[in-house]
């Protein structure tokens, strides 16, 4: 649930929490948002237990889309590149680049004619 909140976002919101509640209210604080979460969590395990009692083998066809819009989620920009340009390969990654790669033999191709400039069209700028 905090995967993304690091230790100096931790520290900060303990000085709040000191500045806002006080030393007195803080502790009961932090005691009352743990059963809390922990109250939820129990709730939404419970939830999930009894989804997969009730549909079967189904819950996991329910699943599908969410295993894959989380996969989304999780992909960045270099991931997503790998994935879907590569087929996942990412041996450019990790790959020497002081290798020669080697381009199979084709036939040589015709220059293409010059053909000038571009138009220039007046009223589009």
């Known amino acids: 649930m905090f995967s993304n909140v690091g230790w100096g976002e931790m520290l900060l919101l303990v000085v709040v929490g000191l500045v806002v509640l006080g030393p007195e209210r803080l502790p009961e604080a932090i005691r009352w948002t743990s059963s809390t979460i922990k109250q939820a969590r129990n709730y939404l395990s419970g939830a999930t237990r009894e989804l997969r009692e009730e549909f079967g083998p189904e819950f996991e066809d329910l699943r599908e889309p969410f295993d894959e819009l989380q996969k989304l989620r999780g ?35 015709p220059p293409a004619p010059a053909i000038g400039p571009a138009p220039f069209d007046s009223d589009a700028t």
Do not use: E, R, W
């Open 75 to 109: 992909m960045s920009p270099k991931t997503a590149i790998t994935k879907h340009l590569l087929d996942g390969d990412d041996s450019y990654l990790t790959g020497d680049f002081d290798k020669p790669v080697v381009k199979p033999q084709s036939a040589p191709q």
